[in-house]
């Protein structure tokens, strides 16, 4: 079936270091690539996207890059803070599917004081 | 401005019962998405509303159904349910059509015994 990065990993990081999680999607057609950060009990919440014919983007704090050729996206959280501590997903969406995302494992962010 | 609301936020069924969850999306926005979360299957969609119209099913059992409603609140319905259905139900509301921000509430808690 669909997948995005089929992997669960955990990541620990000290505070005010720089983190990178990463995601391998499956689907080549997908027309953007978002980032949505899951805290305890509450709902997934959106931190950036990519659109497909972009390799780049930057926000605040965080940056995120899509390499087609080996279908891999990276989400890069610049001093990395105690509050950044979350489940982070990335997702796909085809814009003839609507809005319909398809996310990925996701992955734990631990971040040490 | 006030957030998805979804109700109710934990509910405890029995096996072979039916259940009907609800989601108001952000005022303006046209479009809800449901989406299933477990920690075996991750988050997985379940299908999209616009303008009261279905607009994507996933790969659920007719066992799952749907609607919105001229104010653009939606319910997601299960019946005859099943203890694998035990999961957190997410609803996310989105703007437009196409739209890549969509925003989620905080769930419901479904626990089938």
């Known amino acids: 079936g669909e997948s995005v990065g089929l992997h669960l990993p955990t990541l620990s990081v000290q505070e005010g270091d720089n983190s990178i999680i990463n995601c391998a999607y499956s689907?080549?057609?997908?027309?953007?690539f978002i980032w949505y950060k899951q805290e305890s009990g509450k709902g997934p919440q959106f931190i950036i996207d990519?659109?497909?014919?972009?390799d780049k983007r930057q926000g605040q704090r965080v940056t995120v890059l899509l390499n087609k050729t080996v279908k891999h996206l990276s989400l890069q959280i610049a001093a990395t803070q105690p509050g950044d501590s979350a489940v982070y997903f990335c997702?796909?969406?085809?814009?003839?599917?609507?809005?319909?995302?398809?996310f990925g494992a996701g992955t734990i962010l631990r971040v040490k004081s | 401005k006030a957030g998805v609301t979804q109700t109710p936020r934990y509910l405890i069924k029995t096996r072979g019962q039916q259940v009907t969850l609800s989601c108001s999306p952000i005022?303006?926005?046209?479009?809800v998405s449901w989406y299933q979360q477990t920690p075996g299957q991750g988050l997985q969609f379940l299908f999209e509303?616009?303008?009261?119209?279905?607009?994507n099913k996933g790969n659920f059992p007719g066992r799952f159904s749907g609607r919105q409603f001229s104010n653009s609140r939606s319910e997601m319905n299960v019946s005859t349910l099943e203890l694998g259905d035990s999961a957190l139900y997410l609803c996310?509301?989105?703007?437009?059509?196409?739209?890549?921000?969509?925003?989620f509430g905080q769930g419901t808690r479904l626990t089938v015994v």
């Open positions: 996310a509301s989105s703007l437009g059509q196409t739209n890549t921000e969509a925003f």
């Open positions: 689907n080549s057609a997908s027309d953007y």
């Open positions: 990519i659109r497909s014919n972009m």
């Open positions: 997702a796909e969406r085809r814009v003839e599917y609507g809005n319909k995302l398809v």
């Open positions: 005022s303006g926005h046209r479009s």
């Open positions: 509303y616009f303008s009261e119209t279905q607009r």
